[in-house]
């Protein structure tokens, strides 16, 4: 390739819109990170691996229910070619949280006592439980007005919105811990996050050009039901696939807590967090743009395994460095960032950046399953994969009675469970092509 190859190349990609949007994308969550961690050293010295224990647990319990607040239907709002009918989901996306966040809320209140034993953290973690709907319902809104940014492709404002809340929230947390380092307030930090979060996207898409107004408390029923039906397979498939997959991520959090301490789930959500810095950097911010992409390709009948093939070859080079080093020197990396009480994380973190890595390089193979229609075949995957990742527990707990062999096992299963995803979305989207 000549001088000017490369110059001709160069050009193209600068005058890419799917580059330029990557790029405003990656540059926010960048900014968000960037700061994230310039806060984090202090963060976890001020209130160390028990309250992040009993944040872990939290987390864990409402990661389970958060991305099914809404029943996946914030999901759909990209693919409707009418915006009235987008914004329709939008809408029902938020009554149905409303309504399942008040039955969580409820079931709280009367089985408090059956559930502490289920999700770990003992008496910790009671006083915070009824925060639990709060968080769902506010995950849900999140979601909704999250996809809306992404159908207008109004990326700035996901940028702008990421660095402000991550600033506004950290300087929070440790202003507060300065005089009280409890899990609660990291637990409140967590829940204000989204609610900041889609604050600021709303009051942006309401600024926006042409969207004066993102109205999701004004409806029309019988149009609701009719996109309820329409996009059924969403709750139908989806949900129960996330739910489901959601479940057996937070898995590691609720049988350390359980099995061995408070401390050992918080050695896994400072190593899982850190680890999932690359994902939010790059891998979302490929995949935000590049789902509307796919979309628009099934829908003009182009090859989706080509586009699926190089966005993956792609996560692969820029995965390679960031995990690769974790696996070499998590526990020296982990004690000198957050101090010695944290090396354990390391060692943790050594095992959990190969299924980080095989994850992150899954991530456009996971966002092409609802234009694939492939939900129905995923849910039953995932029942597969929860199997692999309780088995990958047991074996640390049962066998070893370690801790630390408990994440190794998890994180094998979980490095065979994202191979076998992307080789099934690959046959399906080559399938796809040929038979046209």
Not at 336 to 355: E, H, I, N, R, T
Request: aromatic letters at 12%.
């Amino acid at each position: 390739m000549t001088f000017a190859d490369v110059l001709g190349v160069t050009d193209r990609l600068r005058k890419s819109s799917f580059v330029k949007n990557v790029a405003v994308v990656a540059g926010g969550t960048a900014g968000a990170q960037a700061l994230g961690m310039l806060f984090a050293p202090f963060i976890t010295r001020l209130y160390g691996p028990e309250a992040y224990g009993v944040l872990g647990v939290f987390m864990a319990f409402t990661g389970i229910l958060v991305p099914v607040g809404a029943l996946m239907y914030p999901i759909a709002i990209v693919l409707p070619k009418d915006d009235a009918d987008a914004r329709g989901i939008g809408q029902l996306s938020v009554l149905i949280a409303l309504v399942i966040s008040f039955i969580i809320g409820i079931v709280l209140i009367l089985a408090d006592d059956l559930l502490l034993p289920l999700v770990g953290g003992g008496e910790a973690i009671r006083d915070y439980l009824l925060l639990v709907p709060v968080a769902v319902f506010f995950g849900a809104v999140l979601q909704v007005y999250s996809q809306w940014v992404i159908r207008k492709k109004q990326f700035k404002l996901t940028a702008r919105a990421n660095i402000l809340q991550t600033l506004f929230l950290n300087s929070a947390t440790v202003g507060v811990g300065l005089y009280k380092p409890i899990a609660g307030v990291l637990i409140a930090r967590a829940i204000l996050s989204s609610l900041v979060y889609s604050t600021l996207l709303g009051l942006g898409i309401r600024g926006a050009g042409g969207e004066k107004r993102f109205a999701v408390f004004q409806f029309d029923i019988a149009h609701l039901k009719a996109l309820a039906r329409q996009y059924y397979d969403f709750p139908l498939y989806r949900a129960p696939q996330v739910f489901i997959n959601a479940f057996s991520q937070s898995l590691p959090v609720l049988m350390l807590a359980s099995f061995f301490s408070p401390a050992a789930a918080g050695f896994y959500a400072l190593g899982k967090s850190v680890l999932g810095l690359p994902s939010q950097l790059i891998g979302s911010s490929v995949t935000d743009v590049l789902y509307p992409r796919l979309v628009e390709a099934k829908n003009n009948a182009e090859d989706l395994s080509e586009l699926l093939i190089r966005a993956t070859k792609g996560m692969i080079s820029v995965g390679l460095i960031p995990f690769g080093t974790v696996v070499l020197a998590g526990p020296w990396i982990f004690g000198v960032v957050f101090g010695d009480k944290w090396v354990v994380a390391g060692a943790y973190a050594q095992w959990l950046s190969l299924m980080s890595y095989f994850f992150f390089i899954a991530r456009p193979a996971v966002i092409a399953i609802p234009i694939l229609h492939m939900q129905g075949m995923l849910l039953a995957f995932e029942v597969l994969s929860i199997l692999l990742r309780v088995l990958g527990l047991a074996w640390g707990y049962y066998f070893y009675s370690s801790d630390l062999y408990a994440v190794v096992g998890f994180s094998v299963a979980g490095v065979m469970i994202y191979i076998m995803l992307i080789a099934m979305v690959y046959l399906k989207s080559l399938k796809l092509f040929t038979e046209r």
